[in-house]
Each structure stands twice: as C-alpha cells, then as structure tokens.
C-alpha cells in the first residue's frame, strides 16, 4: 500500500510523538536513503502492524544510515 499525497500533506491531523533527536534525524537519513520520508514509512510500518489488507514491513536500507551533520 502506498502513502497518498493527502496524508503527507496538511490534509491529515498531527500526533505528536517523542522520539530521541538523534534517532529522529537518523530516521530521516534513512527515509531519504531510501528515496522517501518519515511520514510515508511511519504509516507504512502502522498500516502493517494493524494488519491492513496488502500492508508490508517497510524496507530497511542494505547500508547503515550516513550520519547526521
């Protein structure tokens, strides 16, 4: 399943989350590695673990995430 322009946009509420700052920027290396961005992996991975028809575990990158500046 595919993230739609509408929910990485300002159509879709906000969750405020807390994430540590280094994992967060690492986790956006990652996304950007991988040609996306946090948004479309969190829901990605949120639609697989509740199980949703044709939900996949997003892929992880092949290399470790370069690291942040």
Not at 9 to 36: C, H, M
Request: glycine share 4%; proline share 13%; no cysteine.
């Amino acid at each position: 399943m595919t993230t739609t322009p509408a929910e990485t946009s300002n159509n879709t509420p906000t969750r405020p989350i807390r994430v540590p700052l280094d994992l967060w920027a690492e986790f956006g290396n990652v996304a950007k590695q991988l040609g996306s961005n946090r948004t479309a992996l969190i829901l990605e991975f949120m639609r697989w673990m509740a199980r949703h028809p044709g939900a996949k575990l997003p892929k992880r990158p092949d290399t470790p995430p370069a690291a942040s500046a």
